[in-house]
């Protein structure tokens, strides 16, 4: 079945503008989760939604990060003001977990690669 | 969670085993070892996880000792097509939450 998409592929924006980027899960994950990973360097978590909620957003580095996920599916990162620091590739990555024992496995999508100028 | 050691690169040749030892000294009771596999321009993918003993699917082997202190992510006969960064997670249990990702291993191999 399709995996996770993520929208635009590559974005190139300049210093101070807003931006969003889209995430839409394997159809049925309840679970949705937004990394950014820099060069070189591993997947950093961002937030989490359990369903329509962000059950943990403390991965948001400031209050120019913001992501919402209104109909418990679709998800998108926005971001105020972009900085030259926030040039990365965000991921995104959905789960289905219905409990008991064992781990949520996370599926991620391909990434959006942001630079800002 | 506890924190995962491995080693930054390694190299090898078209056709031999290669082994990924982790290290995760403080992994609590309730904790999974988790391997994801990433090429370069793609998100992460998972290829196996372990609690205990040995595991084993159609990409790879997982060693995990009783102490479980550390783990050995196994890759019989690699080709080029293996190249890529391999990363060891310890996962909570029975939970959703975030990975915790390290810089993981740059496996490259060779012809």
């Known amino acids: 079945g399709a995996g996770v998409s993520q929208t635009p592929s590559n974005k190139v924006t300049e210093k101070g503008k807003y931006v969003e980027l889209r995430c839409d899960p394997i159809?049925?994950?309840?679970?949705l989760y937004w990394y950014r990973q820099s060069l070189g360097q591993g997947p950093e978590f961002l937030i989490y939604f359990q369903g329509t909620g962000a059950a943990d957003d403390s991965g948001l580095p400031n209050d120019r990060f913001f992501a919402v996920r209104p109909e418990g599916s679709v998800s998108t990162l926005k971001i105020q003001r972009t900085e030259r620091g926030d040039s990365a590739v965000y991921l995104c990555?959905?789960?289905?977990?219905?409990?008991?024992?064992?781990?949520?496995?996370?599926?991620f999508g391909p990434g959006t690669r942001l630079t800002v100028l | 969670l506890a924190k995962t050691t491995q080693p930054i690169s390694m190299d090898s040749y078209e056709g031999q085993e290669v082994n990924i030892t982790c290290s995760h000294n403080?992994?609590?009771?309730?904790?999974?070892i988790t391997w994801y596999q990433q090429f370069p321009s793609q998100g992460p993918r998972f290829i196996i996880q372990?609690?205990?003993t040995k595991v084993t699917n159609e990409v790879a082997s997982l060693f995990i000792p009783a102490d479980r202190k550390s783990s050995t992510l196994s890759l019989p006969r690699v080709s080029l097509s293996d190249t890529a960064v391999y990363y060891c997670l310890v996962v909570r249990g029975s939970t959703l939450g975030r990975l915790y990702f390290g810089r993981g291993t740059q496996l490259t191999v060779w012809p």
């Open positions: 372990g609690y205990k």
């Open positions: 159809s049925g994950h309840t679970a």
């Open positions: 403080n992994i609590a009771t309730n904790d999974y």
């Open positions: 990555a959905s789960s289905f977990f219905s409990g008991g024992a064992g781990t949520d496995t996370q599926y």
